[in-house]
C-alpha cells in the first residue's frame, strides 16, 4: 500500500477515522480506572483500590443529577486515614465563612462523649476561633484584591480593576 503524507491542517479532526494496524502517538497520561453509574444512593466510596499511592495525582469526573433541586454536593476524602471534606459549588469559589467554618472544625474537635458543660465551653471557643479566622480572611481578601486592582491599573487595564471594585 503506497504512503500517503498529509499536512496538519489538512486534517479535519471532527470527521470520522477508521484505523488498521497500530495507532501510535502522544500519550495523555491518564489511566481510567473506574466508571460506575450510581443512583439512588446517600453515599458511594471510592476505596484505596482506586486512589493509593500509585499515582501522584487523581482526577474525578462526575456528570451529576441531583433527585431535586437545592441540594449540594458533599464528599468526603481522605489522606491517609483523616478525613477531608471536599464540595463543590457552581460558578463560584466558597464565601470565607465557609473557609473559616472549615478551618476551625479542623482546630476544634469535640468529642461526643464530653461533659455536656465542657462541650458547651468548647463549642462557644471554636465559635471564636471561627470569628477571629473569618476576620483575618476577609481582611487577606481585601489586601489581596487591592494588589490586583493595582497591578491591572499597571498594566492599563482600568475597567477590569473597576470590576474587581465592585466585587
Not at 56 to 70: F, Q, T, V
Not at 72 to 96: I, M, R, W
Not at 142 to 153: P, V, Y
Request: proline share 3%; hydrophobic share 40%.
Amino acid at each position: 500500500m503506497p504512503l500517503t503524507k498529509v499536512q496538519a491542517e489538512g486534517v479535519n479532526l471532527a470527521d470520522t477515522f477508521a484505523f488498521t494496524g497500530t495507532v501510535s502517538g502522544a500519550s495523555s497520561g491518564i489511566v481510567k480506572l473506574l466508571s460506575t453509574t450510581i443512583s439512588n444512593v446517600a453515599q458511594y466510596d471510592i476505596t484505596n483500590t482506586y486512589i493509593n499511592a500509585t499515582y501522584d495525582e487523581y482526577i474525578i469526573y462526575g456528570d451529576l443529577l441531583p433527585a431535586s433541586d437545592s441540594v449540594n454536593l458533599d464528599c468526603g476524602a481522605f489522606y491517609g486515614d483523616t478525613p477531608t471534606l471536599v464540595t463543590a459549588t457552581e460558578q463560584k469559589g466558597h464565601s470565607p465563612d465557609f473557609w473559616a467554618k472549615s478551618a476551625s472544625d479542623r482546630i476544634i474537635s469535640v468529642g461526643n462523649k464530653s461533659h455536656p458543660l465542657i462541650a458547651q465551653q468548647a463549642e462557644a471557643f471554636k465559635e471564636s476561633v471561627q470569628q477571629i479566622v473569618l476576620f483575618y480572611l476577609q481582611e487577606a481578601i481585601k489586601s489581596d484584591r487591592t494588589t490586583l486592582i493595582a497591578e491591572l491599573e499597571l498594566q492599563g487595564q482600568q475597567e477590569m480593576a473597576n470590576i474587581l471594585r465592585r466585587l
